[in-house]
């Protein structure tokens, strides 16, 4: 891609010490009609062990293509390119994107991961849940009784009573419910890492609330790795460590959470923080993002966020800008980024 | 019809739904009490707020409130007249029911099925101008559409009129339905839900909207959602009140404001605690209740319905059933037995897990 050519070395170039998913160049074409419509470009991207990253993006920022992608699981005729590594803690790495579909079956459920938004089309109506379990003990080869102890055990974490709810059809069970029981059937293969797309997106906001403070609770029980999709970022705050920000299917920034949200560098990121919603900040201050995201067949040229930024020039569209990195922990594509705290005030304030 | 009736008052409202049995036919048939008790007025040029979970009745309350879903028990009036009264024949009500059906309007959740696919935008805005103001001819009929376009920011009004609803983004089908609601001059507009289906960065932009749109035209809201954030957005921008429902009952109403900022139900509490908010934690808490799932509205526990979760709740929760009283300010009131000073509920023993000074996480 083209932002590689003149990029100097930059923070994202080098592998993070201790990354479990390397993500270098990767991108997503489909073919249309059309034109060519690009829903990933060329995302470089370490997630490191034990870590929790959000990825926050609007409705076709190409968030969910990101999460399929992890799994090399882009739906035909999308055409995944670039390189995904995944380093499991014993054995050698694995080329994600370079796998036979046996090999790829046992790397989804047994390595990675994924929890899809739709809890209701994600299990077969007419099987109860102990069924879903079993089947997928079965299919991988697993011991059926230890993995069903392991079973009962991750519905408890989940506040869910095992045997009831092993005992019931999908449709008896609330959609928070049926939503942990998802999370714990991804888990019931002991996974490394768990990709998550908008995995509450349907439910209210107790239950979504309290489904993040059981899945950081996860993470510490089960040493996991997650990855968590959405287009929410008040939410994802509470969980991740580090926050991406997706924006016309290109990252805008990465940075620790905390930093993202008291010094947010890419104007996007700061239009995002202030238009959002928040019950503690004053009311006057929320503003809404001016116009709207791009079509992904017809991305403009350069930044492609300078056709809504306030401080936006020649350059902006002209010149796509690099990841550059703020701080160690920061990376942010903008070219200004050392003048946007000065020039976007954020108004959101952020608590402590 | 006196100036001084509220829009809409609704008055001991229950509506329950009886579901069919099983299979089973020594088994009665099971009854769901969506509403069970409700009373609410709403004024002229008011905005209400109510929030709840999934289950809680928030829907059927506002449907009822518009003349919608009529009520087992209790009565719905609109400036006086009852609803379901002037509905039926032979009644002679003071306001006909024409006119009340055409005074309360909604605005649905989903912006994309409550618009015809094969229609333009025009045509699915003209449709309930020519069966209600018949007097307009068509030019006239297209200058008001055309102006309420513009007047929405849809422009160039021309343009989106022309459209069909795959034409236009989330953000501007919601707009259309709003047009649709306000062309009939309504009193009351029911917004269910009406931003939740929309990306974060739109909705403040949709409220806003409304919230100008309330003022231009006296029309008061009743917005209906599940996030806390969204509810007080509007209601504190309208100076409005703000409703918790939980498992039918109105367990919470009062100033937006003062019931965001000094919120004494338990379950008020936990919404709070439920909305994201910017701030940086350590790490999340542990959720504040005893159990996370909303019980079963086909068997509602006893006494004070939250009992089961309640972080507070004693025997005397389980037990007793507490009445609405003011708080503070005359119009908040609460159902919540920690709100009187001299209850019982304060000598009783507590449940398994709470405690009577569950500390405020």
Not at chain 1, 292 to 297: H, I, Q
Request: charged share 25%.
């Amino acid at each position: 891609m083209s932002r590689h050519a003149d990029a100097a070395p930059t923070a994202k170039t080098q592998t993070r010490s201790d990354a479990i998913l390397t993500c270098r160049d990767l991108s997503v074409e489909f073919t249309m009609d059309r034109g060519t419509s690009t829903v990933l470009n060329g995302l470089d991207i370490d997630i490191e062990r034990n870590e929790i990253i959000g990825i926050v993006g609007e409705s076709g920022s190409g968030k969910s293509m990101f999460a399929s992608a992890l799994l090399d699981a882009v739906v035909e005729p999308g055409v995944t390119t670039g390189t995904i590594t995944y380093r499991p803690a014993e054995g050698r790495e694995i080329d994600v994107l370079d796998r036979s579909d046996d090999q790829l079956q046992q790397l989804r459920w047994e390595d990675i991961s994924m929890v899809f938004q739709g809890a209701l089309s994600s299990f077969n109506p007419t099987l109860k849940l102990r069924g879903h379990f079993v089947e997928t003990l079965e299919a991988h080869g697993y011991d059926v009784e230890s993995g069903m102890e392991r079973t009962h055990e991750l519905l408890s974490d989940l506040y869910l009573d095992p045997g009831r709810v092993l005992g019931s059809y999908p449709h008896e069970l609330s959609g928070g419910m049926k939503q942990r029981a998802l999370i714990a059937l991804s888990l019931v293969l002991e996974p490394d890492v768990l990709v998550m797309d908008e995995p509450t997106a349907a439910l209210d906001l107790l239950m979504q609330r309290s489904i993040i403070s059981l899945l950081s609770a996860l993470r510490e029980k089960y040493d996991l790795t997650m990855v968590f999709i959405t287009h929410d970022l008040p939410l994802v705050t509470k969980l991740a460590d580090r926050i991406g920000v997706l924006y016309a299917f290109e990252l805008a920034e990465v940075s620790g959470t905390e930093e993202l949200l008291r010094s947010p560098r890419h104007p996007y990121t700061r239009a995002l923080l202030n238009s959002t919603p928040d019950i503690e900040s004053p009311l006057a201050e929320m503003q809404p993002i001016e116009g709207s995201a791009p079509d992904p067949v017809d991305v403009p040229p350069g930044c492609p966020y300078h056709e809504r930024c306030p401080l936006a020039t020649a350059d902006c569209a002209a010149v796509k800008p690099a990841m550059e990195a703020a701080s160690e922990t920061h990376d942010v594509a903008c070219h200004y980024w050392e003048r946007v705290p000065d020039e976007i005030d954020l108004t959101t304030e952020v608590s402590r | 019809m006196s100036a001084d009736d509220p829009v809409v008052s609704m008055s001991g409202v229950d509506i329950h739904f009886e579901m069919d049995g099983t299979l089973n036919p020594f088994e009665g048939p099971r009854t769901v009490q969506a509403v069970d008790g409700v009373d609410l007025d709403i004024p002229e040029n008011d905005v209400v707020a109510i929030v709840g979970e999934s289950g809680s009745g928030k829907t059927t309350l506002g449907k009822a409130a518009v003349g919608l879903q009529q009520p087992s028990s209790g009565t719905v009036t609109f400036r006086g007249q009852d609803i379901w009264n002037a509905k039926k024949r032979f009644t002679n009500p003071s306001i006909p029911y024409s006119e009340i059906r055409q005074s309360l309007q909604i605005i649905h959740q989903d912006p994309g099925s409550s618009l015809n696919p094969h229609r333009t935008v025009e045509a699915s805005l003209a449709e309930p101008l020519k069966t209600v103001q018949t007097e307009l001819g068509p030019e006239d009929r297209e200058a008001r559409i055309l102006a309420m376009l513009e007047r929405v920011g849809m422009t160039p009004p021309h343009d989106y009129a022309r459209r069909y609803p795959h034409q236009l983004s989330g953000g501007e089908k919601q707009r259309v339905a709003l047009v649709r609601a306000l062309l009939m001059n309504p009193d009351l507009i029911l917004a269910d839900e009406a931003v939740s289906a929309l990306d974060v960065s739109l909705r403040v932009e949709v409220m806003d909207l409304m919230l100008e749109l309330q003022g231009a035209f006296d029309t008061s809201f009743l917005f209906i959602s599940h996030d806390l954030s969204n509810a007080r957005y509007l209601a504190e921008h309208a100076d409005g009140r703000l409703g918790v429902m939980y498992l039918g009952e109105l367990v919470e109403l009062g100033g937006a404001e003062e019931v965001l900022r000094n919120p004494q139900h338990p379950y008020t509490k936990v919404l709070k605690w439920a909305t994201p908010s910017l701030g940086i934690e350590e790490g999340p808490a542990e959720p504040p209740v005893r159990e996370i799932d909303i019980p079963d509205p086909v068997d509602p526990p006893s006494g004070c319905r939250f009992h089961t979760r309640c972080p507070y709740a004693t025997e005397h929760c389980r037990e007793m059933t507490p009445d609405r009283r003011s708080v503070g300010e005359a119009s908040h009131r609460v159902s919540c037995f920690r709100s009187e000073e001299d209850s019982e509920y304060w000598h009783s023993d507590p449940l398994e897990g709470a405690s009577l000074d569950a500390d405020e996480r």
